[in-house]
Nanobody
Framework: QLQLVESGGGLVQPGGSLRLSCTTSGFSFYYYNIGWFRQAPGKEREGVSCISWSAVSTHVADYVKGRFTISRDDAKNTVYLQMSSLKPGDTAVYYC????????????????????WGKGTLVTVSS
C-alpha cells in the first residue's frame, strides 16, 4: 500500500517562497501519477499541479501558473512543489495524492477518486 507524507509547510510573507515535499513509501510509487491539491477554509479542495508517473507530463492550474513548479525524484520517492511569489490567497492546507490510470489533466480536475491521499501540510501566507 502506498503512503504519502507531506512536509515543508509553514508561515511565509507575501512574495516569499516555500518548497513542499511529498514523500511516499510503497513499492508501487513508480506507477502512479502524483498531484498536489489544496483546500482553503470554507472552500472546496482544488487541484494545483500534477505530474505523470514518467514525469513526461505535468499540469499546472491557471491560478498558480508561472509561480509553482512540480517535480519528482524517483530515487527519493518524493514529489516536490516549489512555490514562489506567494500570495495570501495561496493560504490553504496542501495535500498530495496518488492516482494510476489517469491523465494529469483529469487528475488535477479531480474527475475520479484518488487512490491515496496524504494528511496535508498547512501553508499560511501573511505579513
Amino acid at each position: 500500500q502506498l503512503q504519502l507524507v507531506e512536509s515543508g509547510g509553514g508561515l511565509v510573507q507575501p512574495g516569499g517562497s516555500l518548497r513542499l515535499s511529498c514523500t511516499t513509501s510503497g513499492f508501487s510509487f513508480y506507477y502512479y501519477n502524483i498531484g498536489w491539491f489544496r483546500q482553503a477554509p470554507g472552500k472546496e479542495r482544488e487541484g494545483v499541479s500534477c505530474i505523470s508517473w514518467s514525469a513526461v507530463s505535468t499540469h499546472v492550474a491557471d491560478y498558480v501558473k508561472g509561480r509553482f513548479t512540480i517535480s519528482r525524484d524517483d530515487a527519493k520517492n518524493t514529489v516536490y512543489l516549489q512555490m514562489s511569489s506567494l500570495k495570501p490567497g495561496d493560504t490553504a492546507v496542501y495535500y498530495c495524492a496518488a492516482l494510476s490510470g489517469s491523465t494529469v489533466e483529469d487528475m488535477c480536475a479531480m474527475r475520479q477518486a484518488m487512490d491515496y491521499w496524504g494528511k496535508g501540510t498547512l501553508v499560511t501566507v501573511s505579513s
